[in-house]
């Protein structure tokens, strides 16, 4: 049984290939039946029609073997056929290899997940998860679930809320993490959580963001960062063992945060290629370029990417690489095609002396030949810009190896990010992060400078999980809470349960959280993870399909104590 996939009429005898999740097999109309008019029948046929059939199996004729099939040698000569399902011609071929369109494929998402390559990714995903439960369970962890209608906290994005009818005028939301319910199950003794949580978020979307999604939920008390990570490389090995057959070498290599935005310009380096950023400000000093001698005046700094071999690039190839400087928030880029001493090329030539470009050619170790691309300004927004001109040129020059799979830890994160515009601080990672132990007399006196005890694990550039050692004392928690501008009443609030359980002997615990779907995304070497979900939202966060979200009856709305207001 399964779909009619192709339909063919040589001569006569009527050929129809046969697919369903397993993959696809010839089938042949051509023997008479005593039964029914089966020519007839196998006529009638066409794409998508559900049918099972009755037949012999044999070995298809010389010359007719199909090697890329899996099922490519035999082929089933039908005695008996019976069409189970009609269909109409679909809105686009299911064996299209071309460009469709998104929105076509999630209007259509039930055909769309019909395509031998949706339903390979998805079996990926499940063997992802299929592994991450039996490690989970060989290593003594409990799988929990937590609530979906929770109590509305803020996390660091905008919650759902769902309004309570037994309740008027108050509100559920759904969570954006189980984080304070798995630091609770830390108070109640049940040392090792996991769960595949499914957890929703009310914010843009991106490429690889949806509303809601899923995590693998990890939680442990009595650890350091050394255990959770040394946990989190064998679930990850496990991960790609099953699912790929891909022997994933451990420990991971270890970057601080510092170190990885010094060197590559983000939290969430590729490290498959080199092109590391270099601080080549000591080349600019006195260079009579007034743009670079302010930022150096002010502390700022020049910092740069030499790329081997790139002084072949015309000038609209170094206009593209300033437009995408420019699109990350740098005010321009310099550029310097180096060449033999005294003979350098640069888009500020008429300016600089050639003995700067010298001196930069020197700090960079760069060869004749090569390209380095400069850029200026608060590190911020330069880190920003050289992060996406670094890849950019990688995938220009063809340095990033997509059959690899590099693994890294970042580690001792800020505590805060504090907004470049007012000054004000906010958490980092969320307000129950630990800071680091070294740290805590900076709370007061400077706690823009002070580390926490969290860290990233990041696999060819992406983030894939997120976690820190929790702070598990109530005085600390509401001493980071009154940094944050969290009076006591609010705290009180909005996160009064947790300190109340902090009352009554908190094990020191931390944990992490793994994006499953990023996760499935990187197992299939797609670039979307709307292609890993079954049902996705769009960009838009609209589901096309079922056509979501949708307007509520008036009606339904008094029921939960909600009237529409018009907005001026």
């Known amino acids: 049984?399964?779909?009619?996939?192709?339909w063919r009429d040589h001569g006569g005898i009527v050929f129809v290939d046969l697919r369903d999740r397993y993959g696809v097999a010839q089938v042949v109309f051509d023997r008479k039946s005593a039964e029914q008019d089966i020519d007839a029948l196998a006529h009638r046929l066409r794409a998508e029609y559900?049918?099972?059939?009755?037949?012999?199996?044999?070995?298809?004729?010389?010359?007719?073997?199909?090697?890329?099939?899996?099922?490519?040698?035999?082929?089933?000569?039908?005695?008996?056929?019976?069409?189970?399902?009609?269909?109409?011609?679909?809105?686009?071929r299911l064996d299209d290899k071309g460009t469709l369109s998104e929105d076509l494929r999630l209007s259509y998402r039930y055909l769309d997940l019909r395509r031998e390559e949706l339903q390979r990714y998805l079996t990926v995903r499940h063997k992802a998860i299929a592994a991450t439960r039996r490690y989970f369970d060989d290593n003594g962890f409990l799988e929990i679930e937590t609530p979906i209608l929770c109590k509305p906290t803020p996390e660091g994005a905008r919650d759902f809320l769902v309004p309570a009818r037994l309740h008027p005028g108050k509100f559920y939301a759904l969570p954006q993490s189980p984080q304070l319910y798995k630091q609770l199950l830390m108070v109640g003794g049940l040392d090792r959580y996991y769960q595949i949580a499914r957890c929703f978020r009310d914010e843009d979307l991106r490429a690889d963001r949806q509303p809601e999604f899923t995590q693998i939920d990890v939680e442990m008390s009595f650890v350091g960062e050394d255990d959770i990570i040394r946990v989190i490389e064998g679930m990850l090995q496990a991960i790609f063992r099953e699912t790929l057959g891909v022997e994933v070498q451990a420990p991971f290599p270890r970057l601080s945060y510092s170190e990885a935005m010094e060197r590559y310009g983000c939290d969430a380096p590729d490290t498959r290629y080199g092109l590391e950023i270099q601080d080549l400000s000591g080349a600019f000093s006195g260079c009579g370029f007034r743009v670079f001698e302010q930022m150096i005046e002010t502390g700022q700094r020049i910092r740069g990417i030499v790329v081997p071999g790139a002084a072949r690039y015309s000038r609209k190839e170094l206009d593209d690489l300033e437009a995408v400087a420019v699109e990350m928030g740098a005010k321009g880029l310099v550029w310097q095609r180096v060449g033999a001493s005294g003979a350098h090329d640069a888009s500020i030539k008429k300016i600089v002396g050639q003995e700067t470009f010298d001196r930069a050619a020197a700090a960079g170790k760069a060869k004749e030949g090569d390209l380095i691309v400069f850029v200026g300004g608060p590190e911020h927004l330069s880190s920003k810009a050289l992060a996406r001109l670094r890849l950019v040129l990688g995938e220009k020059e063809g340095l990033i190896d997509k059959t690899r799979y590099e693994f890294l830890w970042v580690t001792n994160f800020p505590l805060f990010e504090t907004d470049p515009a007012s000054g004000a601080l906010s958490p980092a990672h969320h307000p129950f992060t630990s800071p680091h132990p070294d740290d805590l007399d900076k709370l007061e006196t400077d706690p823009a400078k002070v580390r926490s005890r969290a860290y990233d694990v990041v696999l060819n550039g992406s983030e894939i999980g997120g976690g820190s050692i929790r702070i598990h004392r109530r005085d600390l928690q509401r001493k980071i809470f009154q940094v944050l501008g969290i009076s006591d009443e609010e705290a009180e609030y909005k996160f009064g349960f947790l300190l109340k359980a902090f009352q009554y002997g908190a094990p020191?615990?931390?944990g992490i959280a793994m994006g499953m779907d990023r996760i499935a995304m990187l197992l299939n070497g797609t670039d979307s993870i709307r292609d890993v979900i079954a049902f996705p939202k769009t960009a838009k966060a609209s589901a096309l399909m079922e056509d979501a979200p949708s307007i509520v009856d008036d009606r339904e709305l008094m029921e939960l104590h909600i009237r529409k207001i018009a907005r001026k």
Request: charged share 25%.
């Open 508 to 510: 020191p615990h931390g």
């Open 1 to 6: 049984m399964g779909w009619v996939f192709r």
């Open 50 to 92: 559900v049918i099972r059939i009755q037949g012999r199996v044999r070995p298809r004729p010389d010359g007719t073997v199909n090697t890329s099939l899996a099922t490519g040698e035999i082929e089933v000569s039908v005695d008996h056929l019976e069409v189970l399902s009609e269909s109409e011609n679909p809105p686009f």
